[in-house]
C-alpha cells in the first residue's frame, strides 16, 4: 500500500513537473504581446515542417501515406507603422499589432502558423497551400485588415498592409523562403503599399 502511494505521488509530481516545462517552452516560444508565435517558435515550427517535406521526398515509399505536397508563406508588414506609432503613441500601436494578429488568426486553419517576425512584421506559414491558394487566402485577409483595423482616433483612420507570398521550391530552405516571401513583401510596400505580390520564381535574384 505504501509503495502504491508512493507510485501515485511520483506519478503526480512528474505531471506536475511536465506542465511546468510546457508553460516554460510556451513562453519562450511565444510572443508576449499578441500571443502568436515569436521568431524563435516560428522557425522551430516551421523547420519540423520542412525536415518532414524533405524527408518524404526523399522517401516517398515510406511516407506515402502522409505527405505535404506544398507550403508557403505570407509575410506581412503594417503600412506607415513608424508613423502610427510617432502620431498616437506606442499603446496604439500595440493594440493594432494585437487586433491585425487576431485577424489573422481567425482567418487562417488551426494546422497553419502565425508569428510576429519582428516589430511590425507578421510571417503566416500555411501547410499544403499553394502560391495560387496562398495570394487569394493573403488578399482575403488584407482586404479583412482594412475593413475591421482602425486607428481608435475620431477619424478611425483604416490600417493597411503590404504582405508578400511565397512558395517552397524544390531545393529551397527557410532561409530562402523567407527572403523569397520579404522581397515580394518590400516590393508590394515600394509600389503603393496596401496589396499583395507573389514573388517571381525566375527571379532568383532576390534570394541573394
Given at each position: 500500500?505504501?509503495?502504491?502511494?508512493?507510485?501515485?505521488?511520483?506519478?503526480?509530481?512528474?505531471?506536475?513537473?511536465?506542465?511546468?516545462?510546457?508553460?516554460?517552452?510556451?513562453?519562450?516560444?511565444?510572443?508576449?504581446?499578441?500571443?502568436?508565435?515569436?521568431?524563435?517558435?516560428?522557425?522551430?515550427?516551421?523547420?519540423?515542417?520542412?525536415?518532414?517535406?524533405?524527408?518524404?521526398?526523399?522517401?516517398?515509399?515510406?511516407?506515402?501515406?502522409?505527405?505535404?505536397?506544398?507550403?508557403?508563406?505570407?509575410?506581412?508588414?503594417?503600412?506607415?507603422?513608424?508613423?502610427?506609432?510617432?502620431?498616437?503613441?506606442?499603446?496604439?500601436?500595440?493594440?493594432?499589432?494585437?487586433?491585425i494578429t487576431g485577424v489573422i488568426s481567425k482567418k487562417v486553419r488551426s494546422i497553419d502558423m502565425v508569428g510576429r517576425w519582428g516589430g511590425e512584421e507578421i510571417a503566416v506559414a500555411l501547410i499544403g497551400s499553394d502560391a495560387e491558394n496562398a495570394y487569394r487566402k493573403a488578399e482575403e485577409i488584407r482586404k479583412a485588415i482594412k475593413q475591421r483595423v482602425r486607428i481608435p482616433s475620431k477619424d478611425m483612420v483604416p490600417i493597411t498592409v503590404s504582405i508578400g507570398v511565397a512558395q517552397i521550391i524544390n531545393g529551397m530552405n527557410l532561409d530562402e523562403l523567407v527572403k523569397a516571401a520579404d522581397s515580394a513583401m518590400y516590393k508590394a510596400k515600394k509600389t503603393g503599399k496596401n496589396k499583395t505580390i507573389r514573388f517571381d520564381e525566375n527571379e532568383k535574384i532576390m534570394l541573394k
Amino acid at each position: 500500500m505504501i509503495y502504491e502511494d508512493n507510485i501515485k505521488k511520483l506519478k503526480t509530481e512528474l505531471k506536475k513537473k511536465e506542465l511546468e516545462i510546457a508553460k516554460l517552452k510556451n513562453l519562450v516560444s511565444r510572443d508576449e504581446l499578441t500571443g502568436v508565435y515569436n521568431r524563435r517558435g516560428f522557425k522551430e515550427e516551421i523547420n519540423r515542417i520542412f525536415n518532414d517535406i524533405a524527408f518524404a521526398r526523399a522517401n516517398p515509399e515510406t511516407r506515402k501515406h502522409f505527405y505535404i505536397a506544398h507550403l508557403s508563406l505570407l509575410f506581412f508588414d503594417i503600412d506607415n507603422f513608424k508613423k502610427i506609432n510617432d502620431t498616437y503613441g506606442h499603446k496604439t500601436g500595440d493594440h493594432i499589432l494585437q487586433y491585425i494578429t487576431g485577424v489573422i488568426s481567425k482567418k487562417v486553419r488551426s494546422i497553419d502558423m502565425v508569428g510576429r517576425w519582428g516589430g511590425e512584421e507578421i510571417a503566416v506559414a500555411l501547410i499544403g497551400s499553394d502560391a495560387e491558394n496562398a495570394y487569394r487566402k493573403a488578399e482575403e485577409i488584407r482586404k479583412a485588415i482594412k475593413q475591421r483595423v482602425r486607428i481608435p482616433s475620431k477619424d478611425m483612420v483604416p490600417i493597411t498592409v503590404s504582405i508578400g507570398v511565397a512558395q517552397i521550391i524544390n531545393g529551397m530552405n527557410l532561409d530562402e523562403l523567407v527572403k523569397a516571401a520579404d522581397s515580394a513583401m518590400y516590393k508590394a510596400k515600394k509600389t503603393g503599399k496596401n496589396k499583395t505580390i507573389r514573388f517571381d520564381e525566375n527571379e532568383k535574384i532576390m534570394l541573394k
